[in-house]
């Protein structure tokens, strides 16, 4: 009996791996997010594979996954990967411009390693103010920074987006050397941190600080971009480009492995723009998330690249010593 | 926002046909491992943490929950059958579990070991969803400085979990806290001990050097068993009818309500743990029992003592870590991994922006001791067979759930080789007669603790003054010096018993 | 065949038994407390090339590993130093014996379990380190049942179906 058991069961076991094996038409792209898992690229990540078998006419379906790790995820994506193979990576002026300029060495890629598919969304950061500082524009910004006040900014990473951001803006202003930036291992804990008095400003998305703004810890006092922020919570809030200072915005690159078919990757490009063309895609952008969606071109993607660079090389004292 | 604004929405995320299943197969999962002298709980939630890691938070945390409770209990079905606790913790149950068993009340002991692990799971289940809300509220309140002094407070948990050396024990943690080291640093993103390895970069993952100190040793260890020990014969669950006369269930009254009580107290303390609750709940049941003579020769009052307390702990320890991050022992430890992977950072901002997801938790773990109630009636007998699955079927099975589980972590064969190495490792480490708890908790903690401390400094300037400027840094310092006064007093009188006992 | 192994098993079984016999005794606190003293001060010597700091720290990346290692060496020459003075004492020493059978069967072990990682990772294909486990570890226990090798086989072909198509883990 126990052998009959045994015999059926080790038949059953191969018959079921067998029968898995055997696959639908139906094409399933994993798209890897670099980047944790409750924050702003994962959750729009999510919410585009959620969207995804609404407008693939059921051929491509987008499967989203975040594994946290930056340059070291997509190291061992691109390792791992090859042309055509059915897999997506998220990657932006972070690798791009600011750790290949740092530490290339951290890097086992380039631009060329990819094909660009789409921008999943452009992200306007703003600087707040601890609101006992009464900071509510940049000319009150000016005046402060003048007056040889700290200048500390809790920001992201050492080296992030957000740091580069704080540099520039405090940099230009002739405030480099007043400037200290404190890292926190979260944009949310950065955002926290004005608010519990340990710094006095903070460079966060929108969407990361909102809730301490509307608690009455932070003055949002500029936007990181040419004018100011049209809407949402922060309509009105000057963007730094109005005086000349420098910035960029934060983008979400969606990227394919070099030498996937061209048509394959126009495909991609096209479920992803009706996608982030949804009505209630854009929506949730706008409203929840405090986002904009800007699809663009691989010109657009390589001057923002180049923008960002220049940036980081006149900024790069400032932030890394 | 409060428990009551949040029950309704955690109730709807919690009753759902998917995290029933969850549970059910956790706690299943969990008594099988706990049964089975050798499968330790810690081993088997590091083994199904990779199942999570594709599943939503309440998922997930049920089934890891349901294998961590049921694993309390399970581990009393072979310490009553066979006289070998399936897990440390069910040591003191086996003290009267065994004779009961032997006077011919098997299914009685196992049925009083049951209801008081229900009983002690769904009070600590209360004193978390009651209590933990008010802990977070303080947690919210603590800045970089603060939280530092609570990473230094956790790190006593090293003295409890250090064995027989002390010493020993702080060598194993400061490995740990170096380990946690490796990969990019945390404050400047300078690689730190990557010896040029770019998969270094991203530090070794928690999970992956888990899989190689607690399991693929476990695997090495099997080299010490001898030929007749591949089998262990569990007795049959016996022909008693298993009934618990009125006077019994008023003597268990007491001792069971003493042992949640202590196990909960016992349980937020970090760095003891449920061994530690089940013999000082055994030791106070038995001084006040009015049949002191009884305890080692089949006293009810015996079981329910041990075993109220040892599973009223799981609850309680996870007070310090939805709210401070802190886990209260090695298992816990792995399933702050868990909450992390989905984004959950504990703290008062998991009480209020995830609140809903947070009550869900805590109302899941009286679900939990109520599934394992109802597994443990009806499928004891199932329980006592698995104590009988030979070790030649169990140890490739061990190793393939390892090895896949390293693997899905990263989807990388490189996290196997880190896992082997850290399982030879650990076997070096048995050799040399080190912890490998500590080993853990230093991996834990290790981040959390260094960048508390670079962060405070650079925002005083590196004046230390800043870990001495506040109410809660005094606080935190004061529990700090009488957690070690109690441990150097714990070690010089064991010290002083064994003298006296050579 | 049946006779081949018996013999193979009867040579194995000489051999375990003179190896049961071979003890080695060692002190465990002493060699524990050298072995922590050298990684600590190789770990010191190696930190310059390991950990880049910048000069604007306040608080660089070297110090928090250096305040471990340093409490590290304290804690090892305490163990080194209490073992020393009970050896000039005459005092009993901590020692912990090795039994050589014991140590073989767990390099035996090691090898099925570097085996296993490295079929799997040479074929890129899981189920088949997975299924040279079960059947080494079978072989390793002796185990003549062949309805063991059929649970354990197809345990592993299950587990890996489990996570290849449920999980989605690709390998």
């Known amino acids: ?321 | 926002m409060g428990l009551f604004d949040f029950i309704g929405p955690a109730s709807g995320l919690l009753f759902t046909l998917e995290n029933i299943i969850w549970i059910n197969l956790g706690v299943f999962i969990g008594c099988v491992f706990a049964a089975i002298p050798g499968l330790s709980v810690i081993l088997c939630i590091i083994l199904f943490l990779p199942v999570t890691y594709t599943m939503r938070a309440i998922p997930g945390m049920m089934f890891l929950l349901g294998i961590y409770c049921a694993g309390g209990y399970g581990g009393s079905v072979s310490a009553i059958l066979i006289n070998t606790p399936g897990t440390p913790h069910a040591a003191a149950t086996m003290l009267d579990g065994y004779p009961l068993s032997k006077m011919g009340r098997t299914k009685a002991a196992l049925k009083i070991a049951l209801y008081a692990s229900t009983f002690g799971g769904i009070f600590s289940a209360l004193v978390l969803l009651f209590l933990g809300p008010q802990v977070a509220k303080i947690s919210a309140q603590l800045g970089t400085a603060e939280y530092f002094m609570v990473c230094l407070f956790g790190m006593t948990i090293i003295a409890g979990v250090s064995g027989k050396s002390l010493v020993k024990g702080i060598i194993a943690a400061c490995l740990g806290l170096l380990i946690s080291c490796v990969g990019a640093d945390p404050m400047t993103s300078y690689d730190r001990f990557t010896f040029g390895i770019p998969r270094l970069y991203l530090g070794l993952d928690l999970a992956v050097t888990l899989i190689g100190l607690f399991a693929l040793v476990e695997i090495i260890g099997k080299a010490e068993l001898k030929r007749n020990e591949l089998n262990l014969h569990a007795g049959k669950i016996g022909n008693d009818d298993g009934k618990i006369t009125k006077d019994e269930y008023k003597r268990m009254f007491r001792p069971v309500l003493m042992g949640s009580i202590i196990g909960s107290c016992v349980g937020i303390v970090p760095g003891t743990g449920a061994s530690e609750a089940s013999w000082f709940s055994y030791n106070t049941a038995k001084n006040l029992s009015k049949h002191p003579e009884e305890f080692g020769h089949g006293s009810v009052e015996g079981v329910a003592a041990a075993e109220s307390a040892n599973n009223a702990v799981c609850g309680a320890t996870l007070i310090p870590l939805l709210t401070l991050g802190i886990p209260g022992d090695g298992c816990v430890a792995i399933m702050l991994s868990a909450l992390m992977i989905n984004g959950l950072n504990p703290g008062l901002s998991l009480f209020t922006t995830d609140g809903a997801i947070m009550y869900a938790i805590m109302l899941g773990l009286i679900l939990v001791n109520i599934f394992m109630f109802l597994q443990g009636k009806y499928l004891t007998s199932l329980f006592a067979k698995v104590v009988s699955i030979p070790q030649q079927i169990l140890t490739p099975i061990i190793v393939i759930f390892c090895f896949a589980g390293a693997y899905s972590v990263n989807s990388s064969y490189f996290d196997l080789s880190v896992a082997l190495v850290f399982g030879v490792m650990a076997w070096f480490m048995r050799k040399l007669e080190l912890p490998a708890v500590p080993v853990l908790l230093g991996m834990v903690l290790g981040n959390m603790t260094e960048t508390n401390f670079r962060r405070a400094l650079l925002i005083s300037d590196g004046s230390p003054k800043i870990f001495f400027s506040s109410v809660y840094c005094w606080i935190f310092i004061a529990l700090i010096v009488v957690v070690i006064i109690g441990i150097l007093r714990g070690k010089m009188k064991e010290t002083k018993n064994a003298k006296v006992e050579q | 065949m049946k006779n081949l192994i018996e013999r193979a098993e009867a040579k194995l079984d000489e051999w375990g038994a003179k190896l049961e016999q071979k003890n080695i005794e060692y002190p465990v606190d002493l060699i524990c407390g050298i072995l922590f003293l050298v990684i600590g001060i190789v770990l010191l010597l190696i930190m310059p090339q390991q950990v880049q700091i910048s000069e604007k720290d306040v608080v660089n990346g070297r110090a928090f590993p250096t305040m471990l290692i340093w409490l590290m060496l304290a804690m090892s020459a305490l163990l080194v130093g209490r073992e020393a003075y009970n050896m000039v004492m005459h005092r009993p020493t901590k020692t912990k014996t090795l039994n050589l059978l014991v140590e073989t069967k767990a390099l035996v072990i090691v090898l099925i379990l570097v085996v296993t990682y490295l079929l799997a990772e040479v074929t890129d294909l899981f189920v088949v380190g997975a299924v040279f486990c079960a059947l080494a570890f079978l072989v390793f226990f002796r185990c003549k049942k062949p309805l063991y090798y059929a649970i354990t086989v197809s345990m592993a072909v299950l587990i890996w179906v489990v996570f290849h198509f449920v999980l989605n883990v690709s390998f």
């Open chain 1, 1 to 321: 009996m126990k052998k009959r058991i045994a015999a059926l069961v080790t038949a059953g076991v191969l018959a079921l791996s067998m029968l898995t094996g055997c696959g639908s038409k139906q094409e399933s792209w994993k798209v890897t997010c670099p980047w944790a898992p409750s924050g702003v690229a994962a959750m729009v990540s999510q919410k585009a594979a959620a969207k995804s078998p609404d407008y693939s006419d059921n051929k491509i379906t987008l499967v989203a996954e975040a594994v946290k790790g930056d340059a070291a995820t997509v190291n061992t994506w691109v390792s791992s990967t090859k042309a055509n193979d059915k897999e997506l990576v998220f990657a932006g002026e972070g690798l791009f411009a600011i750790t290949e300029t740092l530490d290339p060495a951290k890097l086992q890629f380039s631009y060329d390693d990819f094909e660009f598919v789409e921008n999943l969304y452009s992200s306007v950061f703003v600087l707040s103010a601890d609101s006992s500082l009464n900071l509510k524009n940049l000319d009150d910004l000016e005046a402060y920074v003048k007056a040889g006040n700290p200048v500390s900014v809790a920001v992201n990473g050492a080296t992030g987006s957000e740091a580069f951001l704080a540099a520039a803006l405090f940099g230009s202003m002739g405030a480099g050397d007043q400037l200290k930036l404190t890292p926190y291992q979260s944009a949310a804990e950065a955002a926290q941190a004005v608010a519990k008095g340990e710094t006095n400003f903070a460079v966060s998305h929108q969407s990361q600080i909102l809730e301490t703004y509307q608690q009455g810890g932070v003055d949002v006092v500029c936007a990181f971009d040419d004018k100011a922020i049209e809407n949402g919570p922060f309509a009105g809030v000057e963007g730094v480009g109005s005086k000349g200072y420098p910035y960029f915005r934060n983008r979400c690159f969606v990227m394919a492995r070099k030498g996937t078919d061209a048509a394959k990757v126009a495909e991609l490009k096209e479920l992803y723009d009706k996608i982030l063309a949804d009505d209630e895609m854009v929506e949730w952008l706008n409203d929840t998330m405090l986002l904009e969606v800007d699809t663009m071109t691989e010109d657009d993607v390589k001057a923002h690249i180049e923008n960002v660079k220049s940036i980081v090389e006149q900024y790069k004292d400032i932030v890394a010593g």
